[in-house]
């Protein structure tokens, strides 16, 4: 019975949380993203990326955002700029304020 939940008003699915009210990301993923320092290497960009774009339903015109991130994971073109740090800075503010609390 573990796996079942019975009469319940909210239940975390899949990182999200599911309620009458709707669908709302998990707090404590929410933190994570928040939380996560400014990458120096691909592979900690990519990790940000993976977790901002698995929720990226809640971040308003995401690949628009997300697109200076994404160019620097192209083979040799990562190369930190304000623009990357700008575009870090706006996901990480857009996934907080888009993301209905429950």
Known sequence: MSKCAFGVSTIEYLGHIVS???VSAD??????V???PVPTFVKSLRGFLGL????QKF???YGRESFP?????K???FLWTLEATAAFHKLKELMFQ????S
Request: avoid cysteine; charge should be positive; proline fraction near 10%.
């Open 98 to 101: 888009n993301s209905p609390q």
């Open 52 to 55: 901002t774009g698995y929720f």
């Open 34 to 36: 928040v939380d996560w």
């Open 20 to 22: 009458r009210q709707g």
């Open 75 to 77: 083979k040799d073109g």
């Open 69 to 73: 991130l994404t160019q620097l994971t």
């Open 27 to 32: 707090p404590s993923k929410l933190n994570a």
């Open 59 to 61: 971040i308003p015109h």
